[in-house]
């Protein structure tokens, strides 16, 4: 949900909310690479999307992964929210990320510890990937939320 916009010095403001899911699989959360058409940086990020005018996180997250990825969500837990600020397409944007565990044996794929396509709105593909919760960043693009990692390394145990 695009809550407000606006111009700070050139740079355009988007504040809003995803839904982001988070796979654990043993030592590993599926991520999706994606890459910002403007600075070409690559980023990995959660699965999920936007909350769209009047649902909420968990609907949003159920919709998204629905949509982008043909799966049907049980049980999820909801782990709290990300603040955090990142660039892309040539915005700042100011968003509030809402994470949910959800398990990989809801669906065969993920199971199976296959990394499934995602498919956007616009029809674009994007590669997902397991990645190591505890790793060494070196090697590996940023994650999104940038945070992330501290935010996952409790599930890693």
Known sequence: MLATG???????????????????????????????????????????????????????????????LGITLGEVLALGAIDHVWFWKGREVRERAWLFLASPSDDDRLSRGESPELLEANGQRRRTLWRQIKFDSAGWPPLCPSNLADFLNPLAG
């Open 6 to 68: 606006g111009f700070v010095g050139k740079m355009e403001i988007e504040i809003r909310q995803a839904a982001l899911c988070v796979f654990q699989r043993e030592d590993s959360v599926l991520v999706a690479e994606i890459q910002d058409p403007h600075s070409l940086a690559v980023l990995h990020r959660p699965p999920g999307g936007g909350v769209e005018e009047g649902e909420s996180p968990e609907q949003a997250v159920r919709r998204e992964l629905r949509e982008e």
